[in-house]
């Protein structure tokens, strides 16, 4: 019984142990809970669905004030002035609460948003573009190689039945050779094909037929604002560039996600190509025509 009693300390003592310290290391991790939590409504450094968050410390009430607030923000805006004055600015956005962070957890976060510092954008040299990474030869190769193996693992079984047929006396005709077995013949035939179509699809795909080909579109995009300005994932709205050759154009559903709330265009004058001026709101209400 005591041994069984001293194991189970241990065991409770080792668990314990263990989720402490694993609460304590995701507790420090403030990037990665502002990502999880808070980056679809809010960007550290500028306005976006919600507030930025930099310079929290000089906006809000001293004490707990942010605990409840991400706790709770329904009961703080019926009850605390200043949480009155966000939701007014703010209306209709409401914020969601997160009574599942610790109070070590937003420390993170807000010491995160605090440090953060925008990354610097890459500066390419004039007319150089990066060299485009092509492996086809080295796939070629690899296909060639595995269609030799292949054919030497053939020809090896090949012989072993022979041997073993001979040494049980079991008589078989003569075998075919490789160039008139029809077995052989159809892989070939196979391979060829598959390698054919292969590259000829890929010489059809690079004839730029496509080049320079820009559609009017319905609704003004402006990939600045949304990729560069209010640093939006590309992959938000292109999820397919992940899996596939295209970006793919997203849904409207898509811009709805934002644009329920975002009504109006508050950023820099928006520019097109041709020098004429965009009125980013009147191309906002174009979602809801």
Same mark, same amino acid.
């Given at each position: 019984?005591?041994? =069984?009693?001293? =194991?189970?300390?241990?065991?409770?003592?080792?668990?314990?142990?263990?989720?402490?310290?694993?609460?304590?290391?995701?507790?420090?991790?403030?990037?990665?809970?502002?990502?999880?939590?808070?980056?679809?409504?809010?960007?550290?450094?500028?306005? =976006?669905?919600?507030?930025?968050?930099?310079?929290?410390?000089?906006?809000?009430?001293?004490?707990?004030?942010?605990?409840?607030?991400?706790?709770?923000?329904?009961?703080?805006?019926?009850?605390?002035?200043?949480?009155?004055?966000?939701?007014?600015?703010?209306?209709?956005?409401?914020?969601?609460?997160?009574?599942?962070?610790?109070?070590?957890?937003?420390?993170?976060?807000?010491?995160?948003?605090?440090?953060?510092?925008?990354?610097?954008?890459?500066?390419?040299?004039?007319?150089?573009?990066?060299?485009?990474?092509?492996?086809?030869?080295?796939?070629?190769?690899?296909?060639?190689?595995?269609?030799?193996?292949?054919?030497?693992?053939?020809?090896?079984?090949?012989?072993?039945?022979?041997?073993?047929?001979?040494?049980?006396?079991?008589?078989?005709?003569?075998?075919?050779?490789?160039?008139?077995?029809?077995?052989?013949?159809?892989?070939?035939?196979?391979?060829? =094909?598959?390698?054919?179509?292969?590259?000829?699809?890929?010489?059809?795909?690079?004839?730029?037929?496509?080049?320079?080909?820009?559609?009017?579109?319905?609704?003004?995009?402006?990939?600045?604002?949304?990729?560069?300005?209010?640093?939006?994932?590309?992959?938000?709205?292109?999820?397919?560039?992940?899996?596939?050759?295209?970006?793919?154009?997203?849904?409207?559903?898509?811009?709805?996600?934002?644009?329920?709330?975002?009504?109006?265009?508050?950023?820099?004058?928006?520019?097109?190509?041709?020098?004429?001026?965009?009125?980013?709101?009147?191309?906002?209400?174009?979602?809801?025509?």
């Amino acid at each position: 019984m005591s041994v =069984f009693r001293k =194991f189970f300390n241990k065991f409770f003592a080792s668990s314990f142990l263990i989720i402490l310290i694993s609460t304590s290391v995701s507790a420090q991790d403030g990037e990665a809970l502002f990502k999880a939590n808070c980056a679809n409504c809010h960007k550290p450094d500028v306005d =976006f669905t919600g507030p930025a968050l930099q310079g929290w410390k000089s906006r809000v009430p001293e004490g707990d004030w942010i605990y409840n607030w991400v706790h709770n923000p329904a009961k703080m805006i019926d009850t605390e002035p200043y949480a009155k004055s966000i939701a007014a600015k703010w209306k209709p956005i409401v914020m969601t609460p997160f009574a599942q962070l610790s109070h070590e957890e937003i420390d993170a976060i807000m010491k995160y948003v605090d440090d953060y510092a925008p990354p610097a954008a890459p500066v390419a040299a004039a007319g150089e573009t990066a060299p485009k990474e092509d492996n086809s030869l080295i796939y070629g190769i690899l296909t060639l190689v595995l269609a030799l193996v292949a054919f030497i693992l053939l020809q090896v079984n090949s012989n072993l039945r022979k041997l073993t047929d001979e040494k049980e006396g079991i008589k078989r005709g003569e075998p075919v050779p490789f160039w008139r077995n029809k077995t052989y013949l159809m892989a070939g035939i196979l391979l060829l =094909f598959g390698v054919g179509g292969y590259w000829t699809i890929n010489a059809a795909i690079g004839l730029g037929r496509q080049t320079n080909y820009k559609p009017t579109q319905p609704i003004y995009y402006s990939h600045k604002v949304h990729a560069g300005v209010n640093q939006i994932s590309c992959l938000y709205c292109h999820g397919g560039a992940q899996a596939g050759k295209h970006a793919n154009i997203p849904s409207v559903n898509v811009c709805m996600n934002c644009h329920m709330a975002v009504k109006e265009y508050k950023g820099d004058p928006i520019v097109r190509e041709d020098g004429v001026q965009v009125n980013g709101t009147a191309e906002i209400k174009k979602l809801y025509a």
